[in-house]
DNA sequence: ATGCACCTTGTAGTAACTACAAGGTCAAGC
DNA sequence: GCTTGACCTTGTAGTTACTACAAGGTGCAT
């Protein structure tokens, strides 16, 4: 598949595919005999989960390290391990937040359709003591 | 509170909360004699929120406009339903998407502590088919 | 009176795009 | 065979959301 019909199917923009090629995120295709970057399956799974990554709040960097995960198979399980436990925890905090934060949207549409406007408490779901 | 404490507090850059006080999602605190900003509980959790909302993925258009459904609390119930309802779905769609990645960094941490690496399926996890 | 945290304005750098221009190639349809 | 549209390249510049630093000044504690 060419980079236009690739980009339509993952809703990232062609320029963006380049610049992902050009930063080495996103390996460079092979490429047609009229040097149109051929894609596959695969790249575009690649690329919509960059997107997604990128979606909930992962830098690029995060997003390196995640895909490095995926591609060296044959990379140490102490390695792994490791990388893997410290998104894991990032992933829960996550989760965490916007569990609160679907709490409070949830309770203020309830009390909407009470026709009781009540008050908002969206800071407070999200708003805990910061850690360092 | 003075602005080096807040930052220390929420982890947020000093020059940062400046920035955030010319774009106008954190009102201009009362000054002490000294002109120095003085901060308090309420702006403390408001910028903890915007620190956290910003993890998660939101532009500061959608900060901004979680925060006017805070802020605006003599709006129309209508109003505020459509809001929250659109949120809502956000908040849904990522909270998806990071518990298929944690079940899969989970799933890999549980085979390294078998000391068997097995493969890695991070990014099947995170790219399912896109919406437009 | 020295030092540190704060104040201001202003400029410039970074990350992750996004847009557009200039000039060229390729393939399908009239 | 020629136009049209999607692609190719390189390059520059704009956007968002910061982040850093400079210059020059104030407040306050030791």
Redesign the pocket.
């Known amino acids: 598949m060419?980079?236009?019909?690739?980009?339509r199917i993952t809703g990232?923009?062609?320029?963006?595919i380049?610049?992902?090629e050009r930063?080495g995120?996103l390996a460079a295709p092979p490429?047609?005999?009229?040097?149109?970057?051929d894609y596959g399956p695969a790249e575009e799974a690649r690329l919509n989960f960059?997107?997604r990554a990128?979606d909930l709040g992962f830098?690029?960097?995060?997003?390196r390290e995640l895909l490095d995960l995926s591609d060296d198979a044959d990379r140490s399980c102490a390695g792994i391990d490791a990388l893997a436990r410290s998104h894991l925890g990032e992933v829960e905090r996550k989760i965490s937040s916007l569990e609160a934060l679907r709490t409070e949207l949830g309770r203020m549409i309830a009390a909407c359709e009470q026709d009781t406007v009540g008050d908002c408490r969206i800071i407070d779901a999200l708003a805990g003591t910061a850690e360092p």
Chains 1, 2 share one sequence.
């Open positions: 060419r980079i236009g019909q690739l980009a990232v923009k062609s320029e963006t380049r610049f992902y930063e995120i490429r047609t005999r009229a040097n149109y970057r960059i997107r990128r830098s690029m960097a995060r997003i």
